[in-house]
């Protein structure tokens, strides 16, 4: 299931490296072969870099369904990539130009980094949870244990964080083999794919992820859903879609297309969630990830009882708020943008986060998003209503443990 889910070091690394990849001046290198690229094939087709989890599933489905074409633009086969650094890697030097990312990260990578790239729309809402052994049953007791978080700029961290200091515990940051206090939890970051083994085993007690991490432990009988994070942070968004500047500003007409082929797929899959399990599938034609059809329907179209399970269990505690397990809205609402920034001021990150002092989160809703595609796009299929909600750009952020 994971080829380094007892190597601790793995995830290390990989965070390591993808902080010297977003290190001041460390990214030159890969932006000057960016500008290369971009110098070189002035056309270039639309090349997706995504991670195999259900948040890139608008993106794959866009491909699969013949969307960009429809648009009358050219694409490649999406490159399936291993990890965050992966991603990054290949958007900075130019290998790839559409990607999906944590929008914590969008945030570290535009204003720590200035990395020239902007949120263009969002790719999903909800779709995550925080998965425990299936012995615990209340956040507090997870007290004097380790918990898996995909990543220190995610709104894993930042959900997790606000449900641990609710319950009376303080997230901390300790070596293997520290110890931990009674009302501390020790956070890791794991790869995804590493998480349901890691629970099996008793390394971790829980972790926190997107789909279909949390659907598999429940199908392995591993874990059991704590909380779903979109029950805490209502609508919230995940990951976003992210694209260079160079493109949004040199090829408009290219870049509108993409975002219009993006905004599409997200009402297909809203429509035919059976269905886009099955693409998604490793028996889907295009093998996009590796996961079994029936696990991504358990997150895409589960069976209509097991709301009222999650329900009874406290997994789903805002029965007004009728959130799905995963949804799909483009739309970047600059009041989430604004209160994740406030919100990332007072989260613990491994690393240098020193730029989020001085970062006010206004400015930052206006400098990281570029909201002029998706508006036009939302426009062609009906506006915000199409999605069923209400029409304006604006809405009131509802944070609720």
Not at 21 to 30: D, E, H, I, R, V
Not at 165 to 192: F, K
Not at 194 to 205: E, F, H, K, N, V
Not at 224 to 232: K, L, N, P, S
Request: with cysteine; net charge neutral; charged share 20%.
């Amino acid at each position: 299931m994971c080829n380094d889910c007892n190597d601790p070091i793995h995830s290390r690394r990989d965070f390591l490296k993808l902080s010297a990849l977003l290190g001041a001046g460390a990214a030159l290198p890969l932006l000057a072969s960016l500008q290369a690229r971009a110098a070189a094939e002035p056309d270039a087709p639309v090349r997706i870099g995504y991670l195999p989890i259900t948040d890139a599933a608008p993106l794959l489905v866009a491909h699969n369904n013949g969307l960009f074409e429809a648009e009358g633009i050219r694409s490649e086969r999406p490159v399936l990539l291993r990890s965050w650094a992966q991603v990054i890697e290949a958007f900075l030097s130019g290998q790839v130009n559409v990607i999906h990312l944590l929008a914590p990260m969008t945030v570290w990578a535009r204003f720590s980094s200035k990395v020239p790239a902007k949120v263009v729309a969002w790719n999903h809402v909800g779709g995550s949870g925080l998965t425990v052994e299936p012995g615990i049953h209340e956040v507090k007791q997870l007290g004097g244990q380790s918990l898996a978080i995909p990543f220190w700029y995610s709104i894993h961290n930042v959900v997790l964080q606000q449900l641990l200091r609710d319950s009376g515990l303080t997230p901390v940051s300790r070596p293997a083999g520290a110890a931990i206090a009674a009302h501390e939890v020790n956070l890791v970051v794991l790869p995804p794919s590493d998480m349901p083994p890691a629970l099996a085993s008793g390394r971790i007690a829980g972790y926190i992820v997107a789909e279909p991490f949390n659907a598999l432990a429940e199908n392995l009988k591993v874990g059991r859903i704590q909380r779903f994070t979109g029950d805490v942070w209502r609508d919230h968004a995940c990951c976003v879609v992210f694209m260079h500047e160079h493109d949004l500003n040199n090829r408009p007409e290219w870049s509108q297309k993409v975002v219009n082929a993006i905004v599409k797929a997200q009402l297909w899959t809203r429509a035919h969630r059976e269905e886009a399990a099955q693409l998604l599938s490793k028996d889907g034609a295009n093998r996009y990830t590796p996961h079994a059809p029936e696990v991504l329907r358990r997150v895409l179209a589960p069976a209509a009882d097991e709301r009222a399970q999650y329900l009874a269990s406290g997994a789903i505690r805002h029965r007004d708020w009728d959130e799905k397990r995963i949804d799909f809205q483009p739309y970047p609402f600059p009041s989430y943008t604004e209160e994740l920034v406030r919100r990332l001021k007072d989260t613990l990150i491994e690393g240098d986060k020193g730029f989020l002092a001085a970062l006010d989160p206004q400015q930052a809703a206006r400098e990281l998003v570029d909201d002029r595609f998706v508006r036009n796009s939302l426009a062609a299929v009906g506006g915000l209503a199409a999605f069923g909600l209400p029409e304006g750009f604006e809405r009131r952020e509802e944070i609720s443990v």
